[in-house]
């Protein structure tokens, strides 16, 4: 039975016979095969198939440790569904061992034992579904989490644009502020300079409606003064009988012309100072009137 296969490919065909299975693994295949089988009753080839069986299920069993040690690490959330796959697939090693005890006399419940070699297969079919799902998940929270990350930098650059907006507005306010603030006080300063223009003319029209008054003041106090006449009227026309009586006149004017000079001069003594300071304003030389 040095020919014996296992092809644990047909395990996986949802239509699998364990007997057809054992019988066509079992069958020999030459005279000499069929020779050995009818002299040691096919233990031989029985214990050759339990042991490739032991084989393949102790492969399986390292693979499905493997493949464990793999899922656990990439995959930590399902450690506790993990760990009664884990479990499951210890039963079936566990069950492995006993289908070989059984297989060794050939005289258990074949159905059985190979309902138990299906196990590990089942795990693994099993566990393959569990990962695809996992991934879907995974999957399913990147994209929100993404989706978060998105409305959050939208969240925050609409709050920035917010808040450039609402300072924009507030320097606006403020400048427009520091601009009335301005031009308060220039109206300020400008009032306060029409009102000083305003007081300074008061006052300079006051002094000259004093001045004004005092000089008329002055003027009606001694408006009562009276002076010879500055000046000789115009020559009117004369007949020549006027003109001799004139010249005989001057001939005796020239006479008493001391005596006139005297009268000026004593006029002239008479003058009190305020006559004199009335002459001094009006622009009358007193020095030049008696000459």
């Known amino acids: 039975m040095s020919s014996v296969t296992v092809d644990t490919n047909e395990f996986s065909d949802p ?8 019988n066509s693994v079992l069958k020999p295949t030459t005279t000499d095969s069929q020779k050995d ?66 297989l060794g006399l050939i005289e258990g419940d074949t159905e059985a034992a190979l309902e138990k070699l299906r196990r590990p297969h089942i795990a693994k079919t099993r566990m393959e579904e569990c990962r695809m799902l996992l991934l879907e998940k995974s999957d399913h929270l990147n994209k929100i989490k ?32 520091a601009e009335k603030e301005e031009e308060k006080a220039r109206e300020d300063q400008e009032r306060k300079r029409k009102e000083l223009e305003e007081l300074e003319a008061a006052e300079k029209q006051k002094q000259a409606e004093e001045e004004e008054q005092k000089e008329i003041d002055e003027a009606l106090e001694y408006g009562h003064v009276q002076l ?39 006029i002239s003594d008479s003058m009190t100072p305020q006559v004199s300071s009335v002459f001094k304003r009006i622009g009358v030389p007193l020095d030049k009137f008696w000459q």
């Open 146 to 177: 993404q989706e978060q990350e998105k409305k959050r930098e939208a969240a925050e650059a609409a709050e920035a644009e917010a808040a450039a907006k609402l300072l924009e507005e507030e320097h606006r306010k403020q400048s427009l502020l």
């Open 228 to 266: 010879p006449p500055l000046r000789q009227p115009p020559p009117k026309q004369r007949t020549l009988q006027q003109i001799q009586n004139a010249a005989t006149a001057t001939a005796a004017a020239s006479e008493h012309s001391d005596d006139n000079n005297s009268y000026l001069q004593q």
């Open 37 to 102: 089988q009818d002299e040691d009753g096919g233990a031989k080839d029985t214990t050759i198939l339990v042991t490739k069986l032991q084989i393949a299920s102790d492969s399986t069993s390292r693979q499905f440790d493997q493949l464990s040690s793999t899922v656990i690490k990439s995959m930590p959330r399902i450690l506790y569904d993990l760990k009664l796959i884990a479990d499951d697939a210890q039963l079936t090693h566990q069950g492995v061992e006993a289908v070989k005890e059984n």
């Open 15 to 22: 239509h699998f016979d364990p007997k057809k299975w054992i």
